[in-house]
C-alpha cells in the first residue's frame, strides 16, 4: 500500500510570508501532482511533476519533485489571503494505473 | 470547454437506502476514476473505468459499483447506506498525457449525507 504523508497538516501565517508544504512517501510514483481545494468543491489540479529533481513555477508557487520521485514539495513566497485553502498532493504509483493516492491535505489560512 | 459534471450535488439519504451518482467527463476523455472524501481528510480511490472496463477497485466493499456507459459517462452505484458512508465523492476524469502520467481533473463532487 502506497501511502503519502503531508504536513503540516494545518498552517496558518500573515500575508506576505512564505511557506512550505512537504509531501513523503517510501514509495516511488512515476508523477506527482499538487491540487488546491475549496470547501465543498472539488480539488483543481495545479501542476504535475515527472521527472526526479523536476522543478516547476507557477505565479509564487514553485514545486520540486525529489531525485528518488519518493518526495515533493510546494513553496509559497509572499502568501496572500486569496491562497488560502487546502493542499494537497497525489501520486500516481508505478504499478497502480491511473489511480491517484493523497495525501491527507494542509489546510492553508493566510490573513491578511 | 465543459469541465467534469456531476450530479446531484447534494443529496440525503436514510441508512439502508440505496443511492447513484452520476458524472461526465471532460469531452475526449476515456478514463473515469471515482473518490471518496471524508471530512478532514484527503480523497480515498473507490474505483476507475476505461473504455466501459474497470480497471482498478479501492479498498472498498462490495456495497459499492459503478459502471461506464458507451458515452463514457459513469455512475456509482452504494447499496445499503451507512451512516459512515456520508461524504464528498468525487469524480475525476483523465486523458494519458504519457505512459504513467494520467493528469486528473475532479468534478465539483456530490455531497452525500446518510441519516
Known amino acids: 500500500t502506497q501511502l503519502l504523508e503531508q504536513s503540516p497538516q494545518f498552517l496558518s501565517i500573515q500575508e506576505g510570508e512564505n511557506l512550505t508544504v512537504y509531501c513523503n512517501s517510501s514509495?516511488?510514483?512515476?508523477?506527482l501532482q499538487w491540487y488546491r481545494q475549496e470547501p465543498g468543491e472539488g480539488p483543481v489540479l495545479l501542476v504535475t511533476?515527472?521527472?526526479?529533481?523536476e522543478v516547476k513555477k507557477l505565479k509564487r508557487l514553485t514545486f520540486q519533485f525529489g531525485d528518488a520521485r519518493k518526495d515533493s514539495s510546494l513553496h509559497i513566497t509572499a502568501a496572500q489571503p486569496g491562497d488560502t485553502g487546502l493542499y494537497l498532493c497525489?501520486?500516481?504509483?508505478?504499478?497502480?494505473?491511473?489511480?491517484?493516492?493523497f495525501g491527507e491535505g494542509t489546510q492553508l489560512t493566510v490573513n491578511p | 470547454d465543459a469541465g467534469v459534471t456531476q450530479s446531484p450535488t447534494h443529496l440525503i439519504k436514510t441508512r439502508g437506502q440505496q443511492v447513484t451518482l452520476r458524472c461526465s467527463p471532460i469531452?475526449?476523455?476515456?478514463?473515469v476514476s471515482w473518490y471518496q472524501q471524508v471530512l478532514g481528510q484527503g480523497p480515498q480511490f473507490i474505483f476507475q473505468?476505461?473504455?466501459?472496463?474497470?480497471?482498478g477497485r479501492g479498498n472498498f466493499p462490495d456495497r459499492f459499483s459503478a459502471r461506464q456507459f458507451p458515452n463514457y459517462s459513469s455512475e456509482l452505484n452504494v447499496n445499503a447506506l451507512l451512516l459512515g458512508d456520508s461524504a464528498l465523492y468525487l469524480c475525476?476524469?483523465?486523458?494519458?498525457?504519457?505512459?504513467?502520467?494520467?493528469?486528473?481533473?475532479f468534478g465539483p463532487g456530490t455531497r452525500l449525507t446518510v441519516l
Open positions: 511533476v515527472v521527472t526526479g529533481g
Open positions: 497525489a501520486g500516481e504509483g508505478e504499478t497502480s494505473g491511473s489511480r491517484l493516492t
Open positions: 475525476a476524469s483523465s486523458l494519458p498525457r504519457a505512459p504513467s502520467v494520467n493528469e486528473q481533473f
Open positions: 514509495s516511488v510514483f512515476s508523477s
Open positions: 473505468y476505461y473504455e466501459k472496463e474497470e480497471r
Open positions: 469531452s475526449g476523455h476515456k478514463s
